[in-house]
């Protein structure tokens, strides 16, 4: 029955009273620790043999190297190449799995994810557009906007995808998970055809760009990206804990949530803008990473439960941790060269999502 | 006291109540009864500001359409008539969220353990471990009426009187937890809380009734206490049924009313 199989699973991790907080807070800070981990393993690891641990160490006890040239290159590598790089990772990563927990939570669905259902594809769409027409047609845009234009139009993109979406899934308050995939469907290949023209019009440099840039990457990470895109993820990642109420009443339908007293109109636009934004970020700076949104909640849904409370700061912890492990994965597999890391996120996660469908067949409302 | 006025409700252009005064006083349990269709469940959504309306609905004296949703949410609790649950939560997380927006109205400290209290009430003692989505119909109807209770706790906050709505709180039960529920129902309104349900069965409406609205065809048919609204010409013309009040079935069959519950 599709009672048994939505809920078996959890039960293992769960306290006989039912209440499952303590269980997720320890969850939240075994999270931390890996965290920590996978941060210092991506600081460590990468092409060169500089010492990550050698430049800590320094700057923290202020010692001054024996080898001045050597030690310069090291902080060089470590400072401006792989810190920005992790902290990026760290960043997107967060990003996405909270925007995937709430985008679930928002449409009442596992499956809602905003690569899934075009979120991604219209902040592409946003972001090809000024990288392609930027000194063209739209020209007055990136002057007047400066490097907030990239983020900015993939915001945007995002946005309307979301809205548009919403607006045609959502009947008397009820969001039919069927038409929102399927016009989730038609919206991305209506963004990703346009997408389409504009790669058509692109040159040959831009178009060695946007291949790479599509297909998602970490690699160009700089301090200056980090000043741009960073306050953006983190204020929309910030607002994410004061929606967690909220979309746990709103798991029992909109019209209960809001005999309970949640403002469900304000929730849902919070939730939209707040995704889109964060989302839209992302997209500028990495480009598509896939399934981190779909699969990190769902992983955690088992282990903690549904409540989004635990759900969200569990999935922030887990979506850095695990996207550094990608970028790490993406680094070395085809070392010296570089795999793009949307490729192993969708190579990892796409079976994965499979085998989510597979197991639920009779409880997804398709 | 819940005061509406000359209440209409229009979906998609087809109008599905018109013109319908309703009054619940705390102290007293209103029901609404009708035949399926008659508007029952629009009237009350439109009582609770889930459905936008015309006229007017004052809770206490206020009106409803001027109150935020968690002002709205302290003064009373709505049973919907089935809940779908999108996330497998437990039954004490299903309890608990009663008590997000609103206020209990016990001891600040008593709030952790008021879904325990509620659950039992219910008649759903040690099933707070278990997964909602396991439950039985019946049993997914209790808790949920366990969460609505959390809610409202005390039937009367800072001295004003709260208000219980329930869309057909006992139509999935058996005849056990149908007497427990309307018991808890009358138990509030005894504590001069109110509660409008909205019931099919007219021997329970009646038992448990001090106020009935008769709704047909979207309007108000009849309004008053049992003696005085349930008789055979009313039930012939509202139900399309010819039955007749306290009559005993012929011959030596067999029935049971809930009114012989010791």
């Known amino acids: 029955m599709a009672e048994q199989s939505i809920a078996g699973a959890p039960s293992r991790a769960m306290a006989a009273d039912g209440d499952r907080s303590a269980w997720a807070r320890f969850v939240i800070a075994l999270l931390c620790l890996a965290l920590a981990l996978s941060v210092f393993m991506s600081l460590t690891s990468g092409a060169s043999d500089a010492s990550a641990v050698r430049v800590i160490h320094d700057w923290f006890t202020g010692a001054v190297p024996s080898d001045g040239a050597l030690a310069a290159r090291d902080r060089l590598i470590v400072y401006d190449i792989r810190m920005p790089r992790v902290l990026l990772g760290v960043l997107i990563g967060a990003a996405l799995a909270v925007c995937g927990a709430v985008m679930q939570g928002l449409f009442r669905n596992p499956l809602a994810d905003p690569g899934l259902i075009g979120v991604s594809a219209g902040s592409s769409l946003g972001a090809v557009a000024i990288i392609v027409l930027g000194t063209t047609w739209l020209a007055p845009v990136t002057l007047a906007l400066g490097t907030l234009a990239l983020p900015l139009a993939a915001f945007f993109g995002g946005l309307a995808v979301t809205l548009l979406l919403y607006a045609i899934a959502t009947r008397q308050g009820r969001t039919s998970v069927a038409t929102m995939l399927l016009a989730g469907i038609a919206i991305s290949a209506l963004a990703m055809a346009l997408t389409g023209v504009l790669i058509f019009m692109a040159d040959d440099r831009q178009l060695r760009d946007l291949t790479f840039w599509q297909l998602g990457s970490l690699a160009g990470a700089t301090w200056p990206k980090i000043g741009t895109v960073g306050p953006v993820i983190v204020l929309a990642l910030a607002a994410m804990p004061f929606l967690s109420r909220g979309l746990n009443a709103l798991a029992l339908g909109e019209a209960t949530a809001g005999h309970l007293g949640i403002p469900v109109q304000r929730l849902k636009y919070t939730a939209i803008v707040g995704v889109s934004a964060a989302v839209g970020a992302s997209v500028a700076v990495s480009g598509g990473i896939g399934f981190i949104g779909i699969v990190v909640p769902h992983v955690l849904r088992l282990a903690i439960g549904p409540d989004n409370r635990y759900l969200l700061p569990a999935s922030a912890l887990l979506g850095a941790s695990l996207l550094l492990i990608a970028d790490a994965v993406a680094r070395t597999v085809v070392a010296p060269a570089e795999l793009p890391i949307g490729i192993v996120t969708a190579v990892a996660g796409a079976p994965f999502f499979l085998w989510i469908l597979l197991r639920k067949r009779g409880v997804v409302d398709l | ?262």
């Open chain 2, 1 to 262: 006291m819940i005061e509406a006025r000359n209440i209409s409700v229009a979906i998609g252009g087809k109008r599905i109540v018109s013109h319908v005064d309703f009054t619940a006083r705390p102290g007293e349990v209103s029901a609404i009864v009708g035949p399926n269709g008659s508007g029952k469940t629009t009237l009350l959504k439109a009582l609770t500001g889930e459905l936008a309306y015309t006229g007017t609905v004052t809770l206490n004296g206020r009106d409803l359409s001027a109150m935020k949703p968690v002002e709205a949410a302290t003064l009373r609790a709505v049973l919907p008539q089935s809940t779908a649950l999108s996330f497998p939560f437990t039954v004490r997380e299903i309890v608990r969220l009663g008590l997000i927006g609103g206020r209990s109205g016990v001891l600040p400290g008593e709030d952790a353990r008021l879904p325990e209290r509620a659950l039992a009430r219910v008649d759903l003692d040690g099933f707070a471990g278990r997964f909602y989505q396991e439950l039985s119909g019946g049993e997914q109807q209790r808790v949920q009426l366990a969460r609505v209770l959390c809610q409202v706790w005390a039937p009367v906050l800072e001295g004003r009187p709260r208000y219980l709505f329930l869309d057909e709180p006992v139509s999935s039960l058996d005849v056990k937890h149908q007497l427990i529920i309307m018991n808890i129902a009358r138990d509030f309104a005894r504590r001069d809380g109110g509660v409008v349900a909205i019931l099919h069965d007219l021997n329970l409406t009646a038992m448990y009734a001090d106020r009935i609205f008769v709704l047909h065809g979207g309007q108000l048919a009849a309004a008053g206490t049992p003696k005085d609204v349930l008789n055979d010409e009313l039930i012939e013309k509202v139900f399309d049924c010819r039955l007749k009040v306290g009559a005993l079935p012929a011959g030596n069959t067999p029935f049971v009313l809930p009114q012989s519950a010791a």
